[in-house]
């Protein structure tokens, strides 16, 4: 009776495993549905347009090689060689224009001036004023909300 169950178990837990995830995503840009007009760009009318495009930089300050990662007009984490930034023309859209569009930059170590290895600093300039800058070994993150 026991190897009965553990079979049953097995051969449930093998059907459960391979029915997730089994459909393949639609690879078409002319697909139809909620899930293609919700990547789509968003209508102009009923307020779901897009704000004012900002220029918007983000920046680490240091020298050597760091992992940055950040969300711009693009989410991304990568190996960069330091100093490094990033520019972009973003603009808040839909019910960002009213909360705002989230904009971060998360520096890894870098050689600090005394040799030692820190967090590294980092900037966001929105139209040539910097909005914000962490201090040098802060660690903290550097965010904005754009409107």
């Not at 051969?11 to 139809?32: F, I, N, R």
């Not at 520096?107 to 040098?136: F, N, R």
Request: proline share 5%; with cysteine.
């Amino acid at each position: 009776m026991r190897k009965i169950h553990i079979g049953a178990s097995l051969a449930m837990a093998a059907v459960l495993l391979t029915g997730c995830g089994a459909e393949e995503p639609v690879k078409d840009s002319k697909a139809k549905g909620p899930a293609a007009e919700a990547t789509g760009k968003p209508e102009e009318s009923g307020g779901n347009g897009e704000g004012t495009p900002h220029e918007v930089t983000i920046e680490v300050k240091g020298t050597g090689a760091s992992t940055v990662m950040y969300t711009l007009d693009d989410s991304d984490f990568e190996q960069v060689t330091l100093p490094w930034k990033k520019t972009a023309t973003i603009a808040a859209r839909g019910a960002e224009r009213e909360v705002g569009r989230l904009v971060i930059l998360t520096p890894g170590h870098v050689t600090l001036p005394d040799g030692k290895l820190g967090a590294g600093q980092c900037s966001i300039t929105v139209d040539g004023k910097k909005v914000v800058e962490s201090e040098e070994g802060s660690g903290k993150p550097c965010s904005y909300k754009l409107k």
